[in-house]
């Protein structure tokens, strides 16, 4: 016999022991729990209708660990074990005589509680009931939640049977139908296109009519739009089966005959594509569904899905969130595995993220790639990290559809009474490997041995309404050779597909009007005295009996002076006068990122507090615009976002999908911080218009600027965003004045079409001297991809090409040399790199002898590398790189360091003045 003393971290080794009897008793029930007769209320005199009562919630707490969830049995249960041994020493047992009853007991009538509508009932139809609710083939866990009426909600709307659905046999039989078309397009595909990709949705297809069913309850209840993300699973059989997308068009990707888009994209595979369209029900109401275009990275559409549904619910004017839902539907290894699921959710009840709650489907195949459940994750439902919010989840076994539908319906129906996300587990199996060619099992020989032998949702299901003489087998074969010969024809169909039938692609709707073609034909940005005067004003006022902070009553003191003076604007004033001016003409703009509302450096005051009340009040001046604007009010949002760039850039760039006449912009705290949403850059921002035809107007804010801050603090990664630059996807801007700020974002929603724009922005030039603007600066002209050099340095022999802040690391060395022997231009923007215009600047220096780009970046950090070709198609010359050698680290850790990485690198920069 085994005795205590073996430690927890050999569970495995327990469990086989406890399955081989050689535990002692002790051991046995700690892992198992109490045998029977050892009752969990030990007071034999204790109230038995109290006794009923821990009873009855021990069934609430924990009754899902009991249910027939898994189709494919115990097996997999085994495979969890010695997760499942950990939680709370074992699953507390729901057997009546735990909680003192006998036989004696179950016949006679007990109070049920205010969640059954008897006032009492025999023990064993209480035990019954609760055993169907909680312990059946559909599980719920919902005691996390602590606020008490949605608890309540949940349990009466589970525990008394005329709350749930009701299943007829209408909808069963529209249930059998929608399976049969899911299994059935997955074979055709398999047969007609033998070795090509499809990551099938077979072991999940009732995936589809709860997809179906899910749309038409959601027009029920006044639900007018959805948004939906998911990754490759299933996607072409939702494509077609749900959403409605003709087959042809499916079966034209695998036949390789057209091109997506001929506006010079490059395309997607096709179980990466969006979607939209309309869904009708049985009563011709509609429900306006888009799927989101999405790459490989599994979860990275939660938050742009989350993004897109908040600028459409701005747009119907939907501030109840009633009308438009988001739909996000997972895996289960990426839901418990991507850190983007639980960022997302942390945005579900913050107030300038909120969507009014999402649906979360998991189609829990029980297994990622290869790696099974025991080792992608610590817990033993993959859902567990969705407790950290008081959402319900809802599990549900994928071979019982009516179990799933029952979840769909409690899902809807509790978003849209308290706009809190839900999610529905339904627990499934993935038939094939992860892809049709994959063997699975190498790795999993039992489950797959198992999954062989299992049939199908369809037959299971098909073989029950038989029996109940709801739907003959007859009737289903002849659907199912109905719907054999409909795909037949759209197969013929797809044959003829060419890139003619694909012009339709271009963005229609609030983007109708707009272009994809990039020009450097920029508009006139400049504002009227009269208009940026008065917009000054309200920037200026503090409104009376607001008590303002000392410095920033200096801090507004300061910018009326400038205002008065008209010079001296900086950076943050000519940023605020550029979103005044643009909510004057109509168009609202959206700002977030972490501490934006005040800015990182303490420059933006976008949002003021009243420094005097218990309970501080804020005030936002560019909401008081209403006596300038002639167009109906606009709003200025700004939103300090939680510390989650990934998720927060994603929402960001999802909301100007749907809103292009919204400045949104997102502001990195530090520029190197936006490595955390690399991926939504990668993925979305610099390619999602070449691969899914879907233009950005995305602002990123990113504050660049080397001072000696160590590396963590110093740099944006130029190099990084311009190795991304092509096809004129994006806008990369290192902008030296205010003035240009100004205008390159009103440009940005003046011009006829939307890029991205990536801006490194300043941090000590935020205060610089001689980093300011005059007014007239910002009433004429327009945006300027190259700032030439004073007219007096026309005779330079060197020219120096530089952007950004090290421009005036520059000049104010050329001053103290005296020397009108180098001129100094800059390079505003970087991409699209403006050749035409560069040259014909050079061309105005016809004395200059050497050419040298300088940078303050390391020389593998900063433009250099992309721009080393652009240069030389410019002229004969030779261009020369000045500034600090490659370095794997983007800075200096120490402050000295740096400035002497400075001092040698503009004594470089200088060199032949210097001898002279």
């Given at each position: 016999?085994?005795?205590?003393?073996?430690?927890?971290?050999?569970?495995?080794?327990?469990?086989?022991?406890?399955?081989?009897?050689?535990?002692?008793?002790?051991?046995?029930?700690?892992?198992?729990?109490?045998?029977?007769?050892?009752?969990?209320?030990?007071?034999?005199?204790?109230?038995?209708?109290?006794?009923?009562?821990?009873?009855?919630?021990?069934?609430?707490?924990?009754?899902?660990?009991?249910?027939?969830?898994?189709?494919?049995?115990?097996?997999?249960?085994?495979?969890?074990?010695?997760?499942?041994?950990?939680?709370?020493?074992?699953?507390?047992?729901?057997?009546?005589?735990?909680?003192?009853?006998?036989?004696?007991?179950?016949?006679?009538?007990?109070?049920?509680?205010?969640?059954?509508?008897?006032?009492?009932?025999?023990?064993?139809?209480?035990?019954?009931?609760?055993?169907?609710?909680?312990?059946?083939?559909?599980?719920?866990?919902?005691?996390?939640?602590?606020?008490?009426?949605?608890?309540?909600w949940l349990i009466s709307n589970m525990e008394q049977p005329d709350k749930s659905v009701r299943i007829d046999a209408a909808l069963q039989q529209g249930i059998?139908?929608?399976?049969?078309?899911?299994?059935?397009?997955?074979?055709?595909?398999?047969?007609?296109?033998?070795?090509?990709?499809?990551?099938?949705?077979?072991?999940?297809?009732?995936?589809?009519?709860?997809?179906?069913?899910?749309?038409?309850?959601?027009?029920?209840?006044?639900?007018?739009?959805?948004?939906?993300?998911?990754?490759?699973?299933?996607?072409?059989?939702?494509?077609?089966?749900?959403?409605?997308?003709?087959?042809?068009?499916?079966?034209?990707?695998?036949?390789?005959?057209?091109?997506?888009?001929?506006?010079?994209?490059?395309?997607?595979?096709?179980?990466?594509?969006?979607?939209?369209?309309?869904?009708?029900?049985?009563?011709?109401?509609?429900?306006?569904?888009?799927?989101?275009?999405?790459?490989?990275?599994?979860?990275?559409?939660?938050?742009?899905?989350?993004?897109?549904?908040?600028?459409?619910?701005?747009?119907?004017?939907?501030?109840?969130?009633?009308?438009?839902?988001?739909?996000?539907?997972?895996?289960?290894?990426?839901?418990?595995?991507?850190?983007?699921?639980?960022?997302?959710?942390?945005?579900?009840?913050?107030?300038?993220?909120?969507?009014?709650?999402?649906?979360?489907?998991?189609?829990?195949?029980?297994?990622?790639?290869?790696?099974?459940?025991?080792?992608?994750?610590?817990?033993?439902?993959?859902?567990?990290?969705?407790?950290?919010?008081?959402?319900?989840?809802?599990?549900?076994?994928?071979?019982?559809?009516?179990?799933?539908?029952?979840?769909?319906?409690?899902?809807?129906?509790?978003?849209?009474?308290?706009?809190?996300?839900?999610?529905?587990?339904?627990?499934?199996?993935?038939?094939?490997?992860?892809?049709?060619?994959?063997?699975?099992?190498?790795?999993?020989?039992?489950?797959?041995?198992?999954?062989?032998?299992?049939?199908?949702?369809?037959?299971?299901?098909?073989?029950?309404?038989?029996?109940?003489?709801?739907?003959?087998?007859?009737?289903?074969?002849?659907?199912?050779?109905?719907?054999?010969?409909?795909?037949?024809?759209?197969?013929?169909?797809?044959?003829?597909?060419?890139?003619?039938?694909?012009?339709?692609?271009?963005?229609?709707?609030?983007?109708?009007?707009?272009?994809?073609?990039?020009?450097?034909?920029?508009?006139?940005?400049?504002?009227?005295?009269?208009?940026?005067?008065?917009?000054?004003?309200?920037?200026?006022?503090?409104?009376?009996?607001?008590?303002?902070?000392?410095?920033?009553?200096?801090?507004?003191?300061?910018?009326?002076?400038?205002?008065?003076?008209?010079?001296?604007?900086?950076?943050?004033?000519?940023?605020?006068?550029?979103?005044?001016?643009?909510?004057?003409?109509?168009?609202?703009?959206?700002?977030?990122?972490?501490?934006?509302?005040?800015?990182?450096?303490?420059?933006?005051?976008?949002?003021?507090?009243?420094?005097?009340?218990?309970?501080?009040?804020?005030?936002?001046?560019?909401?008081?615009?209403?006596?300038?604007?002639?167009?109906?009010?606009?709003?200025?949002?700004?939103?300090?976002?939680?510390?989650?760039?990934?998720?927060?850039?994603?929402?960001?760039?999802?909301?100007?999908?749907?809103?292009?006449r919204v400045l949104v912009l997102w502001e990195a705290q530090f520029g190197d911080f936006a490595n955390g949403a690399q991926t939504i850059i990668d993925q979305?921002?610099?390619?999602?218009?070449?691969?899914?035809?879907?233009?950005?107007?995305?602002?990123?804010?990113?504050?660049?600027?080397?001072?000696?801050?160590?590396?963590?603090?110093?740099?944006?990664?130029?190099?990084?965003?311009?190795?991304?630059?092509?096809?004129?996807?994006?806008?990369?801007?290192?902008?030296?004045?205010?003035?240009?700020?100004?205008?390159?974002?009103?440009?940005?929603?003046?011009?006829?079409?939307?890029?991205?724009?990536?801006?490194?922005?300043?941090?000590?030039?935020?205060?610089?001297?001689?980093?300011?603007?005059?007014?007239?600066?910002?009433?004429?002209?327009?945006?300027?991809?190259?700032?030439?050099?004073?007219?007096?340095?026309?005779?330079?022999?060197?020219?120096?090409?530089?952007?950004?802040?090290?421009?005036?690391?520059?000049?104010?060395?050329?001053?103290?040399?005296?020397?009108?022997?180098?001129?100094?231009?800059?390079?505003?923007?970087?991409?699209?790199?403006?050749?035409?215009?560069?040259?014909?600047?050079?061309?105005?220096?016809?004395?200059?002898?050497?050419?040298?780009?300088?940078?303050?970046?390391?020389?593998?950090?900063?433009?250099?590398?992309?721009?080393?070709?652009?240069?030389?198609?410019?002229?004969?010359?030779?261009?020369?790189?000045?500034?600090?050698?490659?370095?794997?680290?983007?800075?200096?850790?120490?402050?000295?360091?740096?400035?002497?990485?400075?001092?040698?690198?503009?004594?470089?920069?200088?060199?032949?003045?210097?001898?002279?």
């Amino acid at each position: 016999m085994v005795e205590k003393g073996i430690s927890i971290e050999n569970l495995a080794y327990l469990e086989t022991l406890l399955e081989d009897g050689a535990l002692s008793p002790s051991w046995r029930e700690e892992l198992e729990g109490p045998s029977p007769g050892s009752p969990l209320l030990p007071d034999a005199g204790a109230d038995k209708q109290s006794r009923l009562n821990a009873l009855i919630w021990a069934y609430r707490d924990g009754g899902y660990l009991h249910g027939r969830l898994n189709p494919l049995g115990h097996y997999m249960t085994k495979e969890m074990k010695y997760i499942y041994l950990t939680m709370k020493g074992g699953v507390e047992s729901l057997k009546p005589e735990q909680f003192g009853f006998d036989e004696s007991d179950m016949e006679k009538p007990f109070r049920p509680g205010r969640f059954f509508k008897e006032e009492s009932l025999p023990l064993r139809d209480i035990i019954k009931r609760l055993d169907d609710v909680y312990c059946g083939t559909l599980g719920a866990e919902i005691l996390h939640i602590q606020n008490v009426s949605m608890r309540n909600w949940l349990i009466s709307n589970m525990e008394q049977p005329d709350k749930s659905v009701r299943i007829d046999a209408a909808l069963q039989q529209g249930i059998q139908k929608d399976l049969i078309r899911a299994e059935e397009f997955e074979k055709f595909i398999n047969t007609r296109f033998v070795g090509q990709k499809r990551f099938s949705l077979e072991g999940g297809e009732v995936v589809i009519p709860a997809l179906k069913y899910l749309f038409k309850k959601s027009i029920q209840l006044g639900i007018r739009e959805t948004v939906i993300g998911m990754a490759h699973r299933g996607r072409l059989n939702v494509l077609v089966n749900a959403i409605s997308k003709p087959a042809a068009e499916i079966f034209a990707m695998f036949q390789n005959n057209y091109q997506p888009y001929v506006y010079g994209g490059s395309g997607d595979v096709k179980y990466h594509m969006g979607q939209s369209c309309d869904f009708s029900d049985e009563e011709g109401r509609n429900l306006h569904i888009s799927l989101v275009s999405n790459p490989s990275h599994l979860e990275a559409v939660n938050p742009v899905v989350e993004g897109k549904t908040r600028g459409i619910q701005r747009r119907r004017k939907d501030s109840n969130r009633k009308k438009v839902i988001p739909i996000l539907i997972h895996g289960d290894a990426a839901f418990s595995g991507q850190g983007i699921v639980y960022e997302t959710l942390n945005l579900s009840q913050l107030k300038g993220y909120r969507t009014g709650g999402t649906i979360h489907i998991i189609i829990n195949n029980q297994i990622g790639f290869t790696t099974a459940s025991r080792d992608s994750r610590s817990t033993y439902f993959a859902t567990d990290v969705a407790k950290s919010l008081p959402i319900p989840i809802f599990h549900a076994n994928g071979d019982e559809p009516e179990s799933v539908i029952k979840a769909m319906d409690l899902a809807v129906r509790w978003r849209h009474k308290f706009g809190y996300d839900v999610v529905v587990d339904i627990i499934c199996y993935r038939r094939l490997g992860h892809n049709e060619a994959d063997e699975p099992s190498f790795t999993h020989p039992i489950m797959y041995q198992l999954i062989r032998k299992h049939q199908s949702v369809m037959t299971l299901y098909g073989r029950e309404l038989e029996e109940k003489g709801i739907l003959s087998q007859i009737d289903q074969e002849a659907f199912k050779l109905s719907y054999i010969t409909e795909m037949t024809a759209d197969f013929e169909e797809a044959k003829a597909y060419g890139d003619h039938q694909w012009n339709n692609a271009f963005q229609k709707g609030e983007w109708k009007g707009m272009t994809f073609k990039y020009s450097f034909d920029f508009p006139d940005t400049g504002v009227s005295p009269e208009r940026l005067r008065a917009i000054g004003e309200v920037l200026t006022m503090i409104p009376e009996g607001f008590v303002a902070h000392s410095k920033l009553q200096r801090f507004v003191e300061n910018r009326r002076k400038a205002l008065d003076d008209k010079k001296g604007i900086d950076w943050a004033f000519a940023e605020s006068m550029a979103f005044g001016s643009l909510l004057t003409e109509g168009y609202h703009v959206r700002l977030s990122g972490e501490d934006c509302g005040r800015g990182t450096f303490s420059q933006r005051h976008a949002k003021w507090w009243d420094v005097s009340v218990e309970n501080p009040q804020s005030y936002i001046p560019l909401n008081h615009l209403e006596d300038i604007s002639p167009v109906p009010r606009r709003i200025f949002s700004v939103y300090d976002s939680p510390l989650s760039e990934f998720s927060v850039l994603g929402f960001e760039y999802g909301y100007s999908l749907a809103m292009p006449r919204v400045l949104v912009l997102w502001e990195a705290q530090f520029g190197d911080f936006a490595n955390g949403a690399q991926t939504i850059i990668d993925q979305f921002i610099c390619s999602g218009e070449q691969k899914w035809f879907r233009s950005s107007g995305l602002v990123l804010l990113l504050p660049h600027g080397y001072e000696g801050q160590g590396p963590e603090h110093s740099n944006a990664y130029l190099e990084r965003y311009l190795s991304l630059c092509a096809e004129d996807n994006m806008q990369v801007c290192n902008l030296t004045t205010p003035a240009q700020y100004f205008h390159v974002l009103r440009k940005q929603m003046t011009q006829p079409f939307r890029k991205p724009l990536i801006l490194m922005t300043p941090k000590s030039l935020l205060r610089h001297k001689r980093a300011v603007s005059d007014l007239q600066d910002l009433e004429e002209g327009r945006f300027q991809t190259v700032l030439k050099d004073d007219p007096k340095y026309r005779k330079a022999e060197i020219i120096l090409l530089c952007s950004g802040k090290v421009y005036y690391d520059l000049i104010e060395r050329r001053d103290q040399l005296g020397t009108d022997r180098c001129a100094i231009l800059r390079l505003e923007q970087i991409y699209p790199f403006p050749e035409d215009r560069l040259k014909e600047i050079l061309k105005s220096y016809p004395w200059v002898r050497q050419l040298r780009w300088v940078q303050e970046e390391p020389r593998n950090k900063g433009a250099w590398s992309f721009l080393q070709e652009r240069l030389s198609r410019l002229g004969e010359k030779r261009w020369s790189y000045v500034g600090r050698p490659a370095s794997a680290s983007s800075s200096a850790g120490a402050h000295v360091k740096d400035m002497d990485e400075l001092e040698e690198f503009l004594l470089e920069a200088f060199d032949e003045v210097n001898d002279k």
